[in-house]
């Protein structure tokens, strides 16, 4: 049974994530139990409560699917957050540019764009812009170790705080609203924007952001997994993941594979921005991303690296996520800072169990 | 711009920068000896915050940053020990076990501190009196860390022991047939690693701010692992690189909202400033100043041949 003995260890490293936090619980003074109760129940039972985790775990497929390809071909790819950054702020600057934005600046009208096009044809620009910038930033990584060797680790920590930086100066001095106190751009136009899935299904309540985002979501999902177990590309990404020297005697270009495999990383991780810019904000606002470049990582690790097992990671901490606010407002003592220590527990297992479970 | 405000703002900037080097130093010291001994060691952000977190607790609890601070230590010391159990005994991937423990750091201190001060993740402020004091205008702290560059060189360099860690890192197959315990110096190293990073976080709680908040290194472990390979994994050139990006990060701070940093009439935007020390690392690690040569073994587990 290969799925039961895939799902085994994921399993013993959540366990162990809920005993010793458990045990952290007891010594700060609460019931461990009615704590994990208030983290895992409030997902469950009601329309609110399912739709609402699932609007958290939309961003985490992406990052979760990003992570996975790249670790598929034997690369870490830190740098999903920089890439889901510089494709959000790419995506509104679309949107606004070619959405016919007329920005008001202390009552004066002004129009920012340069063309308003109609809405089948920019969002699918938008969603494009998205794409291809978070895969450009992701292929400045993998170029640099294809063609210097230097290691994509520390470039995409690197390309983490340059993309930050990046956009937070593009967004100061170029598209924020002149007096706006926040940092964030413009809106983009209306025809840049994707329905929420409330508009389809009455049982979503009107306030929960689930939008379109989610459903291409599960199709990338579907996607990754034909592309890297289905066509010759992806045994070709996996060849050099296993073995660089043998995927190289093979005939396989571990070099080319490197990029390819960066390229569509970053574009997975700037799918982040279709759900974000498009779907929910309307606008590039920063630190919008609740570091779910980084819980990728933990998403990809649980989910071992596995369409499938990145969906329902992304569950799981979209469920911890979500509950971590109950549990911040109805213990005495825990805060919703458990969340981070349950996954940095689940990452640390993971990755010590790794050597048994191949 | 006459003179004297020249001088007066290069004053400014050096002492600034100086202070903004030490937690730096501290970080970029330790994941020397890590690196050297062939653990890659992306925790150093982490492990900062360790010793930040045990560091304020401990010197407002008891008054006295001395305690705070050998405490901070120490508690670096058993976080990386616990990162050199999960990477050394159970070979798990480095940079994801780094990962991990900087995930762990951002929690467990901000967990712990919102439930015995009740604030949401930040510690109570410690009374002027009991943080570490300054000489000469320098904290204590920064002087000890311009004081352990020297050490440091002398250790890695000149004592069996640094000689020992260096094999492990570049050649284990070889130390382990000329008799060094593999296994035992990379323990070594990360626990050095550890202890080191945390001094530099108990500087940042308990001498250059008065308390603890949630991620307050703030990237400085990030930036210390860019200084050491800019520094190509040398003592003295870390020393240098430190200083060069506390500069830059003096710079960033200083230009915010003053009039002479100004071109063409414009602005220098903060952001560039703050670019800099990253995209230099980039650019030596593709090898663009100078051939940028890692440990050979770094990265790569060991295991003892029976």
């Known amino acids: 049974m290969k799925i039961f003995r895939e799902a085994l260890y994921p399993l013993i490293a959540v366990t162990a994530a809920f005993v010793i936090g458990g045990i952290l619980i007891l010594l700060i003074g609460d019931n461990p139990l009615t704590t994990f109760q208030l983290l895992l129940e409030n997902s469950f039972g009601s329309a609110r409560g399912i739709t609402e985790t699932l609007f958290y775990a939309t961003p985490l497929i992406f990052t979760g699917l990003a992570v996975a390809v790249a670790f598929r071909c034997g690369l870490l790819n830190i740098g999903a957050e920089g890439q889901l950054y510089v494709a959000a702020f790419a995506t509104a600057w679309v949107g606004i540019k070619f959405g016919g934005r007329v920005v008001d600046v202390f009552g004066d009208k002004q129009d920012w764009s340069w063309a308003a096009l109609p809405a089948i044809l920019l969002v699918p620009l938008c969603m494009a812009t998205a794409i291809i910038v978070g895969g450009l930033w992701g292929a400045i990584p993998g170029y640099l170790k294809a063609k210097f060797g230097s290691h994509e680790v520390i470039n995409t920590i690197m390309l983490n705080f340059i993309a930050i930086a990046l956009v937070s100066y593009f967004t100061q001095y170029h598209y924020k609203i002149p007096g706006d106190p926040i940092l964030q751009t413009a809106q983009i136009g209306d025809a840049a924007t994707i329905p929420q899935l409330n508009q389809f299904f009455s049982f979503i309540p009107a306030d929960v952001k689930l939008n379109i985002s989610f459903l291409i979501a599960i199709l990338m999902c579907f996607l990754v997994y034909v592309f890297l177990w289905k066509t010759k590309w992806g045994y070709e990404l996996r060849a050099v993941g296993q073995s660089p020297s043998a995927a190289e005697y093979g005939g396989i270009s571990p070099k080319k594979q490197i990029i390819i495999a960066m390229t569509i990383s970053g574009g997975l991780a700037g799918m982040v921005a279709i759900g974000e810019v498009m779907g929910f904000r309307h606008n590039y606002y920063h630190g919008f991303s609740a570091e779910w470049g980084f819980l990728g990582i933990a998403v990809a690790l649980l989910g071992r690296n596995h369409p499938l097992g990145v969906f329902i990671a992304a569950i799981f901490f979209a469920i911890l996520l979500r509950g971590g606010i109950f549990v911040d407002a109805f213990t005495r003592y825990v805060s919703k800072d458990l969340v981070e220590v349950l996954q940095a527990i689940i990452i640390l297992f993971v990755a010590a169990l790794q050597k048994y479970s191949k | ?306």
């Not at chain 2, 990477?87 to 015995?116: H, K, R, T």
């Not at chain 2, 070594?188 to 530099?200: E, M, N, Q, Y």
């Not at chain 2, 190509?232 to 230009?255: N, S």
């Not at chain 2, 002479?260 to 414009?266: L, M």
Request: charged share 10%; with cysteine; proline share 5%.
């Open chain 2, 1 to 306: 711009m006459n003179e004297t405000l020249n001088i007066t703002i290069i004053g400014i900037l050096i002492f600034s920068a100086i202070r903004l080097a030490t937690p730096m130093i501290f970080a970029a010291l330790g994941g020397m000896f890590s690196e050297r001994s062939g653990v890659i060691n992306i925790a150093l952000e982490g492990l900062m915050l360790c010793g930040a977190f045990t560091a304020a607790v401990v010197t407002y609890e008891l008054s006295n940053p001395y305690l705070g601070f050998l405490c901070g230590i120490a508690a670096g010391g058993l976080l990386a020990l616990i990162f050199a159990v999960v990477v050394i005994e159970f070979e798990a991937d480095q940079v994801v076990a780094g990962f991990g423990i900087n995930v762990l750091m951002l929690g467990i201190p901000a967990l712990l501190s919102s439930a015995i001060y009740d604030s949401a993740g930040s510690t109570e402020q410690i009374p002027k009196e009991y943080l570490l004091p300054e000489v000469f205008g320098l904290n204590i702290a920064s002087i000890l860390a311009f004081l352990l560059v020297p050490l440091a060189w002398y250790v890695l360099y000149k004592t069996p022991f640094g000689l020992r860690i260096r094999a492990v890192g570049e050649n284990p197959e070889a130390a382990d047939a000329a008799g060094v315990k593999v296994q035992t110096m990379r323990y070594t190293g990360v626990i050095l690693s550890g202890i080191l990073a945390a001094a530099g976080g108990a500087y940042l709680s308990i001498g250059q701010s008065s308390f603890f908040t949630r991620g307050m290194s703030a990237g400085k472990g990030f930036i210390a692992l860019a200084a050491l390979i800019l520094a190509k994994w040398r003592p003295i050139p870390v020393l240098v690189a430190c200083f060069f990006f506390g500069l830059t990060e003096a710079l960033a701070i200083q230009i915010q909202g003053s009039s002479w940093a100004k071109i063409g009439g414009e602005d220098i935007p903060v952001q560039f400033i703050e670019m800099l020390p990253y995209v230099l690392t980039i650019i030596v690690l593709a090898g663009f100043i100078g051939l940028s040569r890692a440990p050979k073994a770094l990265g790569i587990p060991y295991r003892t041949k029976k």
